[in-house]
């Protein structure tokens, strides 16, 4: 089962307003990544936050992390029409090096 | 330029057809997974191999295999194939594996229609 669950499944905004992805997880976790992928394509790494991180940022980035309640966030400030796409997450268990699991990710719309 | 690369892009094949879906990386990385994505979805790991002859079942491994005789490739056998295995499949690298925090790389995927 994936241990990492995403919400909203869709999200939909205009260009220029900010966008917020909600992750949940199961297990105690070594890092928990966000990746994009656009349309079928492979995903891209956009930021790794570590168990003992809190926040980190990255350029219109901001995540989040919140160990006692086993959850992340992603935020996208100032959204463009160019950042339409799904966005993952990914956690890799500290129990069980290698292995990985991706949420089912929220596809984020992003109007002009 | 640094890449994982997957063959074939697209593949059609019919029910008990041995098919091979090669992965092939050129960053020296010592960690590599296979995963499907079924549409809505999100990932799920098939095997990962954390460097050469060592690889570990992911959460769905049944009707595959893998091996890793050398560190830049990792092919996903289907040794017969059926239709609940017509998927879009990913393969992924990285320098090393196992709570390093290192992030994937991944292929462009390989749609894979079984008849």
């Known amino acids: 089962s994936q241990q990492g669950e995403e919400d909203p499944q869709a999200l939909s905004i205009q260009e220029g307003e900010n966008a917020t992805m909600n992750c949940s997880y199961k297990?105690?976790?070594?890092?928990l990544q966000w990746y994009r992928q656009n349309s079928g394509r492979g995903l891209v790494h956009l930021i790794l936050?570590?168990?003992?991180?809190r926040e980190k940022h990255s350029g219109r980035l901001r995540v989040t992390l919140d160990t006692s309640k086993k959850s992340s966030s992603l935020l996208i400030t100032a959204s463009r029409a160019a950042d339409t796409a799904s966005y993952f997450c990914?956690?890799?268990?500290?129990?069980?090096?290698?292995?990985?699991?991706f949420g089912d990710g929220t596809t984020l719309t992003v109007k002009p | 330029e640094a890449q994982v690369t997957q063959n074939p892009r697209y593949l059609i094949t019919v029910t008990g057809k041995k098919l091979t879906v090669t992965c092939s990386q050129n960053?020296?990385?010592?960690?590599m997974s296979w995963y499907r994505q079924d549409p809505g979805l999100g990932l799920r790991q098939i095997y990962y191999?954390?460097?050469?002859?060592?690889?570990d079942k992911g959460d769905v491994p049944e009707g595959y295999k893998v091996s890793r005789k050398e560190k830049r490739n990792f092919p996903l056998i289907l040794e017969s194939p059926s239709p609940n295995q017509t998927s879009l499949y990913f393969c992924?690298?990285?320098?090393?594996?196992?709570?390093?925090?290192?992030?994937?790389?991944f292929g462009s995927g390989t749609q894979l229609s079984v008849l």
């Open positions: 992924a690298s990285s320098y090393t594996g196992g709570g390093s925090n290192e992030k994937l790389f």
């Open positions: 297990t105690s976790i070594n890092n």
């Open positions: 936050i570590r168990s003992n991180e």
């Open positions: 990914a956690t890799e268990p500290n129990t069980n090096a290698g292995k990985s699991t």
């Open positions: 960053m020296n990385h010592e960690y």
């Open positions: 191999s954390m460097n050469v002859e060592v690889t």
